[in-house]
C-alpha cells in the first residue's frame, strides 16, 4: 500500500510502509532518490543550525571579499 504526501506545496513522496502482525506500522519504505532529498535537506538544516550566530555579511562586502580572494 502507498500514499502520496505532499511537504510544503513542493514535492510529493511515495512511501509504503512495513507493518507487523498487530497492523502497526514498524518502517518506512522510500525511493532511493527521496531518501537522499531528505539526507541532503536534513544535513542542509544542520548546516543553517551550525552558522547560526556567524555575523550577517550583506551582498557588497561579499562581492568585495570574492573579488580580493579572485573567486568573481
Do not use: C, W
Not at 531518501?35 to 561579499?62: T, V
Amino acid at each position: 500500500m502507498s500514499e502520496r504526501v505532499q511537504l510544503k506545496g513542493e514535492r510529493k513522496f511515495q512511501e509504503r510502509y512495513i507493518i507487523d502482525e498487530k497492523g502497526e506500522k514498524t518502517a518506512v519504505v522510500l525511493p532511493v532518490g527521496e531518501y537522499e532529498e531528505l539526507l541532503e535537506d536534513l544535513h542542509d538544516l544542520a548546516i543553517i543550525a551550525e552558522r547560526r550566530d556567524e555575523p550577517i555579511i550583506d551582498f557588497k562586502e561579499l562581492k568585495k571579499r570574492l573579488n580580493q580572494d579572485g573567486l568573481l
